[in-house]
Every structure is written in C-alpha cells, then in structure tokens.
C-alpha cells in the first residue's frame, strides 16, 4: 500500500456529496494518480484526524511488513 518514499499520504481538499461541499480526501502517495489507494474521506475541518488516520494505517502497514 505504501511505498519506500519519505511521502505516504496526500490530503487535499475536494468538493463531494450532493449537494457538493467541501471535504477532505486522503489517499497514499503515487507519482501517477491511478496508482494512488484511497484512504478516507473527512470533514474539511479536521484536518489533524485525517492525519492522525493515515499515520496509523501507515504504522500498521509497516509494522505488518516487518513483522516475523
């Protein structure tokens, strides 16, 4: 899911829903858009839970990878 890079994550702001508004889209880091996994979508205002969600699943996927 994550690559050997230093970037793991994007979160930007998007507009979804209907009616649209604002929110915040994570998904992990990939040079070419299609290649990127979707990690969530969040409120546009809570921008620290959308961190603090993508550094778990960061450190539960590494730790996973080497694990025994």
């Known amino acids: ?3 050997d890079t ?3 994550t994007i ?3 998007v507009h979804a829903g209907t009616p649209a508004e604002p929110m915040l889209l994570a998904e ?3 040079p070419k858009p299609a290649e990127r996994i979707l990690l969530g979508y969040f409120p546009a205002d ?3 839970f959308a961190a603090d969600v993508v550094w778990t699943v960061y450190r539960r ?3 996973a990878a080497d694990g025994p």
Do not use: Q
Request: without cysteine; hydrophobic residues 35%.
């Open 11 to 13: 979160i930007r702001e």
């Open 61 to 63: 996927e590494t730790e």
């Open 28 to 30: 992990t880091w990939s």
């Open 6 to 8: 230093t970037r793991i």
């Open 1 to 3: 899911m994550f690559d």
């Open 46 to 48: 809570r921008l620290r």
